[in-house]
């Protein structure tokens, strides 16, 4: 009897689940592997549930030929699905021009192999839009969603951004002869000849801004309206929402930033393609702006700023007394041109913690791992743990903690400076062939970068390890060649640690210590085998301030 009831209750789930699968989208799960060894509780991320109901743009008017303008076939679609409670948007093969398409909960927009989505060139088919909770006003994304749950975008196409007619581009980034053909195309230039915009309008716009900033004017929406030709959008972003998969697109020529979810929460980005060219202003390609429940994997990133980063923000007001950003799984992914592979900030005001990044690979990037922050932009970021990155020719630093990025303003009162504080990382299983810098640490006198372990890494750069306001700093089991002496430099810290570090060529000098409140550095002595002097003061230090260990 007892069995018969067991085979009785798979039966019925058996068949519930059948029936769910008949009324709703199945999607393929997330692989158990990317939660395993996870260093924090991670939950479990939910995929959409978007009713089993699909329609076509075609049916409601739109023609992929390149020249007609579809917005309203997008909206009238999305307006039917979510009338019958949701479903799938299917966008065929052609080139469908449109303005913004505006995603509601439970609608799932697939684009099919050979179908690109060109956004409209006409910057007056953007509306301005007020941002939620606040009086600024920026430019409507292209793809946009607020408030909503239960949303996919999905296929195998492709959403082209139309940025050229949007972003400013900088001489110092471009050949000689693309900058002139870009000058000869129209627009304007600045008045020291360095920077192009795609029209007068947007360069005195961001003149205007700047003035009525400086002023401390509020602004108001006319203000805004004013510069409309200068705000850009961002390619994708979805504001407050819930429950979000974007898997299999590719994402091309982002006026500024291309995939952004803001105070988002159960977030899925895979197996998509982003590609900007290296020089294109701002065009972040995967921003995960005070989310939490995240996983984003199996991406291929190639962008004009950060690949993959982490902007620990406003927190989601629904969400009290939590950091900005939690729980997040990023892996299998590689970055070729970017300033950062993976980064978090600058702004960290928000908070961040439990992040696991795995199996990243970067490629002619400014920086591999890049952490920044500044005074203004400051707050606590901890429980990061960063396993098997692999990097190749990486213009700047492999690693960077950067706890001065930009200027902070002068005129904030000192009680609300915001300070930065990063802790408690973790970097393991590195490899970086070719670096400016293996390492370098720049943290503040007020609050020095603190508790940081790299193992079991091989760094071949430039300079190897600059350590300036940094405490309980660990590198153990790293082999480290540098083109230039001394390898490592450290300065305004305590308690760093040399521990097994296997020097791949014989040096002159290995260390310098500058500083007189630098003390308790700790080297392993296989470092005396490879250097004719292992360390040297100046500016104060004493000799004192390091210790041999066996």
Same mark, same amino acid.
């Given at each position: ?25 199945? *999607? ?8 395993? +060894? ?7 991320? &939910? ?11 075609? /049916?409601?008017?739109?023609? +992929? ?27 065929? &093969? +052609? ?25 409209? $060139? ?42 050229? *007619? ?17 000058? /000869? $195309? ?8 360095? =920077?192009? @915009? ?25 203000? *805004? ?63 995960? $702006? ?6 984003? *994997? ?18 989601? &007001?629904? =969400? ?7 729980? @997040? ?19 960290? @005001? ?22 920044? $922050? ?25 690693? =960077? ?11 904030? &009162? ?19 062939? #070719?670096?400016?810098? #293996? ?6 006198? /007020? ?23 940094? /405490?309980?700093?660990? =590198? ?75």
């Amino acid at each position: 009897m007892k069995q018969k009831v067991v085979d009785g209750f798979f039966i019925v789930a058996l068949l519930s689940s059948m029936a769910f699968s008949q009324l709703h989208r199945i *999607y393929e799960p997330i692989p158990h592997r990317y939660y395993e +060894g996870v260093h924090f509780a991670m939950p479990q991320v &939910p995929l959409p549930t978007i009713p089993n109901v699909s329609v076509s743009i075609v /049916e409601f008017g739109a023609k +992929g030929d390149g020249v007609t303008l579809n917005t309203k076939a997008f909206a009238d679609a999305i307006a039917a699905c979510e009338q019958k409670g949701g479903g799938r948007i299917v966008v065929p &093969p +052609g080139i469908w021009v449109t303005g913004p398409i505006v995603l509601k909960s439970n609608i799932e927009l697939h684009v099919v192999r050979g179908a690109i989505v060109l956004f409209s $060139s006409n910057i007056d088919d953007y509306p301005m839009i007020q941002r939620p909770k606040s009086t600024a006003f920026t430019r409507s994304p292209l793809l946009y969603a607020v408030g909503a749950h239960n949303i996919a975008i999905t296929g195998e196409g492709m959403f082209n951004g139309n940025g050229q *007619y949007w972003r400013p581009v900088k001489k110092e980034k471009l050949p000689s002869g693309h900058w002139k053909r870009l000058i /000869e $195309s129209g627009g304007a230039v600045t008045s020291d000849g360095k =920077l192009w @915009y795609p029209s007068k309008e947007a360069l005195e716009g961001e003149k205007y801004l700047d003035e009525l900033r400086k002023s401390k004017k509020r602004l108001d929406s006319t203000d *805004y309206a004013a510069t409309r030709e200068f705000l850009r959008p961002d390619l994708l972003a979805f504001v407050n929402c819930s429950t979000i998969l974007i898997d299999g697109p590719s994402f091309v020529n982002s006026p500024k930033f291309t995939v952004h979810p803001i105070q988002c929460v159960d977030v899925v980005i895979r197996n998509i393609e982003i590609f900007n060219e290296w020089w294109f202003q701002n065009a972040d390609g995967i921003d995960l $702006s005070s989310c939490r429940n995240v996983v984003v *994997y199996n991406n291929v990133i190639n962008t004009g700023d950060d690949g993959i980063c982490v902007k620990p923000g406003t927190p989601n &007001p629904k =969400l009290k007394d939590l950091p900005a950003c939690e729980n @997040y799984i990023i892996a299998d992914n590689i970055v070729y041109h970017a300033h950062g592979g993976f980064v978090i900030g600058s702004e960290s @005001y928000g908070g961040a913690r439990n992040i696991s990044v795995k199996n990243l690979t970067c490629v002619w990037t400014d920086v591999g791992l890049r952490f920044k $922050s500044a005074r203004d932009r400051g707050g606590l970021v901890e429980h990061i743990v960063i396993d098997s990155v692999w990097m190749k020719d990486i213009a700047g630093e492999a690693i =960077l903690f950067d706890m001065s990025y930009g200027d902070a303003p002068t005129d904030v &009162p000192q009680e609300r400076i915001r300070i930065p504080q990063f802790r408690n990382f973790t970097i393991r299983n590195v490899v970086c062939d #070719g670096a400016r810098y #293996g390492v370098r640490i720049e943290g503040l006198r /007020e609050q020095p970068i603190h508790t940081i372990s790299i193992e079991n890494a091989t760094l071949l750069s430039d300079r190897s390890v600059l350590m300036n306001y940094a /405490e309980g700093i660990q =590198l153990n089991r790293v082999a480290l060649r540098s083109k230039y002496e001394p390898y490592c430099t450290i300065k305004n810290s305590q308690q760093i640690v040399f521990d097994n570090v296997n020097l791949l060529d014989s040096v002159s000098i290995f260390l310098r210590v500058e500083g007189s409140t630098t003390k308790n550095i700790r080297v392993h002595k296989s470092v005396l085998e490879r250097s004719q002097k292992p360390f040297e003061t100046s500016n104060g230090a004493s000799e004192s301030s390091v210790v041999f260990i066996h």
